[in-house]
């Protein structure tokens, strides 16, 4: 029963990691969370531009639905704690989302580094519609409505939302192009084994040589 939950919730390679590791893998990335959340950011016209859905993506592909919920909404909580702001309104639930579907969209049987990065971006164009476009900016909307009700006074949603998505759709570039570069990088060398799975043949027959990985 947990063997098979295991399976839902992580991907195989986290799965078959020790309890110590998997901690030490979740607090390398929360702490990243927190620091792209909180500490880092590039000011452009009209928007700053931060790279926390870079993080949360990859958590949750890296590592499966589980782990990148966990790397969204605890980045983003403690990030408020160390940086706090006037009223938190739990934006860390929609990241965590974000690593959560792309963790889940990882688990779609597409092999081969084709498939690979077609799941990549089945994720990232998911989560840029429902996410960025949809949720992030209902919640957003509801909090400056709530609590700074004259920053949307005269505005209904779509009026913010068409505004809203100008600044976001360059800043889900940027982080679209920081996962690209990435996953070039893991993909290319099969580093620590993370797609293994996907990359060589499960009957053994391999795509390129399929070395020996140690997780454990």
């Not at 909404?73 to 792309?102: C, H, K, N, R, S």
């Not at 779609?108 to 084709?114: D, E, M, Q, S």
């Not at 990549?120 to 949720?135: D, E, K, R, S």
């Not at 099969?190 to 795509?207: K, P, Q, S, W």
Request: aromatic share 16%; net charge positive; with cysteine.
């Amino acid at each position: 029963m947990l063997s098979k939950l295991s399976n839902v919730v992580f991907t195989r390679y986290f799965a078959s990691l020790s309890a110590a590791k998997k901690v030490a893998y979740l607090a390398v990335f929360i702490a990243l969370s927190v620091v792209v959340n909180s500490f880092i950011e590039i000011s452009a016209p009209s928007t700053k531009i931060t790279f926390t859905y870079f993080v949360c993506f990859l958590a949750g592909f890296l590592l499966g639905p589980l782990p990148g919920f966990l790397v969204g909404f605890l980045g983003d909580a403690i990030g408020f704690l160390l940086v706090p702001q006037e009223v938190y309104w739990f934006f860390g639930l929609t990241l965590g989302l974000f690593g959560m579907i792309a963790g889940f969209v990882r688990k779609i049987p597409l092999r081969g580094r084709a498939g690979v990065f077609g799941k990549a971006v089945i994720a990232l164009v998911i989560n840029y519609l429902f996410i960025t476009c949809f949720v992030n900016s209902l919640v957003n909307y509801s909090y400056l409505y709530i609590f700074l009700p004259h920053v949307v006074e005269g505005k209904t949603f779509w009026i913010y939302l068409s505004g809203r998505l100008v600044t976001q759709t360059i800043v889900y570039a940027v982080n679209v192009a920081a996962v690209a570069v990435v996953l070039s990088v893991f993909v290319t060398t099969n580093l620590f084994g993370l797609f293994r799975d996907e990359l060589y043949a499960r009957t053994g027959e391999a795509v390129g040589h399929r070395p020996e990985v140690k997780t454990s």
